[in-house]
């Protein structure tokens, strides 16, 4: 019995789009268009018209946000100002996503638009129905505590819109074996996780292979999850399996690992002669990490230009180590310790600590002087780096 199906209705059924948000997630948007990611649309979005217009890339689509509130000047590292940019053009937002079945919304925390803007991007996209997941970064460790608090803040904001979250802390770039890794080099490596995340999750959702992952699979893996470990391994030679494990379980760049995780969607990439042995050994050994009633879901491509290596493309959720890892909203008796504004002549470490309540909407958790007219400075490493180099001569 034949079967027709609508190919072009097939085809157009489950889309991915990656929406960077902020200077941080422009950027890694921009190198993912330059490595020629295939079947994903890419969004920026961002309150800085000369960002938007310095990305390159003629595949991106740009929306500015708060045309009113800010002018096109950026936020001025104001999450608040922000997140009320992004409720201003909810509109073009809504236009950008629609007919999305997956988003990625990839920020960096601790700066701006970044910070505020991302966790309205994804309430949006979570209202229109949309399976989304988010890719931030957090600041090091010398960028001091009030940006960190920020970024802590938009985190804990973000989580209540996402399905799943993958964090990435800039401080492990400290910790790469390369010492004489140049900064450049680093932050592409940064921009890499997100990369080698929306390629594996693309690859498996639109790959055909012998044993066929599909979109339903994904969402089952990564719908309300919580912490995400996305990660893609590689093994070449006898110990391809080891090799191909140890990448997936020691990603030094992610905070989380696959250590207790409830769910485990593996995809093989393989060569047709490739032994069972091998498929097994490297089941065997990821799921040794994860929980016992770990529930996992696999398929397996052939490709036989890889003669006797293996890739592997793992998503690992729902994690049973006995922590919060579920998406839901933090108490809202519990408080945190942020750091207030200052008078200009204060120094970071001389602001005064305001303790808020979770309870209040972000926009007027933190108050923040309104200098809608300066520079975004969302996650901007090397004006980072240059302050810490600056406080070190002074």
Request: aromatic letters at 4%; proline letters at 4%.
């Amino acid at each position: 019995m034949n079967f027709d199906f609508d190919e072009e209705e097939f085809e157009r059924d489950v889309k991915i789009k990656v929406v960077g948000v902020g200077g941080g997630g422009g950027n890694a948007v921009e190198n993912m268009v330059r490595n020629n990611v295939e079947g994903v649309d890419f969004i920026i979005i961002n309150t800085d018209v000369s960002a938007l217009k310095a990305k390159d890339g003629s595949t991106m689509e740009r929306v500015q946000i708060g045309r009113k509130t800010t002018r096109g000047r950026g936020a001025g590292g104001n999450p608040p100002i922000a997140a009320e940019s992004a409720k201003e053009n909810r509109d073009d937002i809504q236009e950008v996503l629609k007919g999305a079945s997956l988003v990625f919304i990839a920020a960096g925390m601790g700066g701006g638009t970044g910070t505020g803007a991302a966790p309205v991007v994804a309430e949006i996209a979570k209202e229109m129905g949309i399976l989304t997941v988010g890719v931030v970064t957090k600041p090091f460790d010398f960028e001091r505590e009030y940006k960190m608090n920020l970024a802590l803040q938009g985190i804990a904001e973000l989580r209540k819109h996402v399905d799943a979250l993958v964090i990435v802390p800039n401080q492990r770039l400290l910790t790469i074996k390369e010492k004489n890794i140049s900064i450049k080099a680093a932050y592409a490596m940064v921009d890499d996780i997100l990369y080698k995340a929306v390629k594996g999750i693309s690859d498996v959702i639109n790959g055909s292979g012998e044993i066929n992952i599909d979109f339903e699979d994904a969402k089952t893996t990564l719908e309300g999850a919580g912490d995400a470990h996305i990660a893609i391994g590689h093994g070449k030679g006898d110990e391809r399996a080891e090799q191909a494990v140890d990448e997936v379980v020691n990603s030094p760049l992610l905070e989380t690992s696959i250590k207790n995780a409830g769910k485990l969607l593996v995809n093989f990439v393989i060569s047709d002669d490739t032994p069972l042995e091998d498929v097994a050994k490297v089941m065997e050994l990821l799921t040794e990490s994860a929980a016992k009633d770990v529930q996992v879901i696999h398929g397996v491509t052939f490709d036989s230009s890889l003669e006797d290596e293996i890739i592997i493309t793992v998503i690992a959720t729902c994690f049973k180590d006995g922590s919060d890892n579920t998406l839901a909203k933090p108490d809202g008796a519990a408080a945190k310790t942020v750091l207030a504004s200052a008078p200009a002549e204060q120094t970071v470490s001389e602001q005064p600590l305001q303790t808020i309540s979770e309870e209040k909407p972000f926009s007027e958790s933190l108050v923040f002087p309104a200098t809608p007219g300066s520079a975004d400075d969302d996650d901007d490493p090397f004006s980072a780096l240059s302050e810490l180099l600056n406080s070190r001569g002074n």
